[in-house]
Each structure stands twice: as C-alpha cells, then as structure tokens.
C-alpha cells in the first residue's frame, strides 16, 4: 500500500505546480478544457490557485471545525495572462503554510484524517489531476508517477465516504454487502470496497473472499478513472465481474 509521508506530499505539491505552470505557461489560456465542462484553461488555473492560498489559509489558522466562510485573499492579477506566475505564487503561499504547521498537528478535516497532513495530500491530488486536465486541454499525454498514484488512489477511496457535503451522489453508494477490488499492476496498491446498506467503505479483502467486481490497471490509470478522466471501458482496464456493481460505483462516485 502506499508509503508517501506528508513531507512526500508537500514537495509533490510544488512539482506538480510546475509541471502545471510550464504547460500552462505559453499556452491561449482560452482553450476550454473537456474534461472540466464549462471551464477554460483561465478557470483551471484560477480554480487550482485558489484551492492552495485557500488551503493555506485554513493550515495558518488551524481550523478546529468546519469554517463558516471561503473567503479569502486570493490577490488575483487584472490580467489573466499573469495567471501562470501567481499560480507558481501561490504555491509558494502553501508551502509557507506547510513549513509553518506540524504535519501532525490535530485539525478539523473533511475527510478520514483529522491533521494537518490531510490538507498536504488533498492539495496534492488537487494540483495534480487539474495538471492532467490541462495537458489533456493542449492535446498532450498525461504521465503520472505511479507512487504518487497509488497514493491518490488510496487517498481517494479512504475519503469518499466522507465527500456528501459536495458529492451528492455517494450517498447512493449502497448495496447488500457486495464488494469492488481496485488493484495496480505496476505498484503496490489492492483496495477492496463494500457497499452496504448503511455506507460503503474500505474493508480488508482476506475478510470476504473473491470480490463481486474488479478493476485492474496501472496506478496512473487507476487514478485517472476514479476522477473521471479515464473511462472504465478503456483498453487499459481491466474490468471483471457484475457489471451493474461498477456502473453504480462509477455513476455516483464523483468527486
């Protein structure tokens, strides 16, 4: 399973931002971007800024519940053409931010983990999926790294449970008991998950046998499909069992 440390995160963080800002850098900022429908690339740069000044303002004050307000100084340049460079900046103000709080400082947190790493790894996955939707924008091919994948993965799954506050359609993610295997091919990363009446969750899979369906394909793909950005019929999935189990899952696991 995935071993990245919170320390591992935040550097990802500023890679990921500059790969994001050389791609986006040259490029006509008003390419729509398919895969945000709606969005330029103008909107992906801005939405991706925001996210790490906004998340660096909830580390600075170490938020003990659910904020009342997203307001925030996002100091945004009157030119979209500037967009780049701020959104480099704002990376810089997220990394302040982390070198400023303890990784395992206790916080409020919308998902499983209730410290302050919890906001490193979702800003990470962040960043990095939106780096794929630009490159996916300008025609390019998306490479992630599998350890990084791996990692969103399991960061994914271990949190969307916990997503119906803006993910509507968990709260559909029910069944009797079935089971959904996710397995990499290429890294170390096997997630079982029931669907039960009451919720779904990550189970151990030696406590139910064979799974009722099951997805396998590289982490990057793996990724990918969990966020939308790939669809389960690709050819570099594999898929296997009840059909209907995965066209639930998929139908109402966006995040």
């Known amino acids: ?37 709606g969005w330029t690339l103008t909107d992906l740069v801005r939405h ?39 959104l480099a900046r704002s990376a810089e103000v997220a990394a302040r931010a982390f070198a400023g709080t303890e990784a395992d400082a206790a916080m409020w947190a919308w998902g499983a983990d209730q410290h302050a790493r919890f906001w490193a790894r ?7 999926v939106h780096r794929v939707d630009a490159e996916l924008a300008l025609g390019l091919v998306p490479a992630v790294d599998g350890a990084l994948a791996a990692d969103g993965v399991d960061e994914f799954l271990v949190n969307l449970p916990y997503a119906g506050l803006f993910a509507k359609g968990v709260a559909e993610l029910r069944d ?20 039960r009446t009451d919720g779904f969750g990550l189970v151990d899979p030696a406590d139910h046998g064979a799974p009722d369906a099951s ?41």
């Open 1 to 37: 399973m995935p071993t990245l440390t919170s320390s591992d995160h935040q550097a990802a963080v500023a890679a990921e931002t500059a790969r994001f800002v050389a791609v986006v850098r040259d490029a006509d900022l008003t390419t729509e971007v398919p895969s945000c429908p």
């Open 48 to 86: 991706a800024g925001s996210v790490h000044r906004w998340f660096a303002r909830l580390l600075e004050q170490r938020i003990q519940q659910p904020p009342t307000s997203r307001e925030v100084d996002l100091q945004l340049p009157a030119d979209p053409a500037d967009y780049p460079d701020w």
């Open 122 to 128: 979702r800003m990470l996955f962040e960043t990095l």
């Open 176 to 195: 009797t008991g079935r089971t959904i295997r996710f397995r990499a091919t290429d890294q170390d990363g096997d997630w079982t998950v029931q669907l």
């Open 215 to 255: 997805v396998q394909g590289t982490a990057a793909d793996l990724l990918l499909l969990a966020y939308g950005r790939l669809r389960p019929a690709d050819a570099r999935l594999a898929t296997a069992g009840d059909q209907h189990l995965l066209d639930h899952w998929f139908a109402h696991s966006a995040f």
